[in-house]
């Protein structure tokens, strides 16, 4: 997909086509927009890429954990985001200064929603397909409704891939709490 149709787009859609180690595919229009894999068989560490740009994605810490956005070519530092005390909610700074307030927007209904500093949703993320398919019922998906067109490509892409990161690394760290609660 062409950069002047990825940012006309205002619902995208992330696939999982295959096991969640491939990876996973941004959809819009029909076409191919983005990708994101991990580098590990763990969410850790991650690359995407989309017409505007290629993005590595990195947890650092343990205890006071933040995630970092760097340029895949570079290293240069893009984005760093802060975790509030429950972990599923929490601040993104961008290396232009810009702040985006990311959370749940239903407890139970599986939607998370970034906000920009001038209090506007940029972006809705529902968990599963617009369209559900029985064969795709145990895999990662995702619905994205843009809801604000002001951000150039650039940052959009920033933000939809660290926001379908996020969800992946918040999964797998319910999971890991689920284990050791029940073990």
């Given amino acids: 997909m062409n950069a002047q149709n990825w940012i006309e787009q205002r619902t995208f859609e992330w696939m999982q086509p295959g096991k969640a180690r491939d990876g996973f595919v941004l959809m819009a229009g029909g076409e191919r927009a983005g990708t994101l894999r991990f580098e590990q068989w763990r969410h850790e560490s991650a690359e995407g890429e989309t017409p505007y740009g290629r993005w590595k994605f990195r947890r ?3 205890w006071r954990p933040r995630y970092v956005v760097t340029e895949k ?3 240069n530092e893009v984005a760093v985001y802060s975790p509030r005390w429950g972990g599923t909610e929490g ?10 307030e990311w959370g749940m ?3 139970w209904g599986g939607e998370h929603s970034l906000v920009d500093d001038a209090g506007r949703t940029v972006f809705v993320i529902m968990q599963g397909r617009a369209k559900f398919r029985w064969q795709e019922m145990f895999k990662q998906q995702g619905t994205i409704r843009r ?10 892409s920033i933000l939809l891939l660290f926001a379908w990161w996020m969800i992946l690394v918040e999964a797998e760290q319910a999971a890991g709490a689920a284990v050791v609660v029940m073990g």
């Fill in 73 to 75: 070519d570079n290293g």
């Fill in 105 to 107: 927007r239903k407890l």
């Fill in 60 to 62: 650092e810490g343990f």
């Fill in 147 to 156: 809801e604000d067109t002001t951000h150039d490509g650039r940052t959009l």
């Fill in 91 to 100: 601040t993104l700074h961008t290396g232009e200064g810009r702040r985006f």
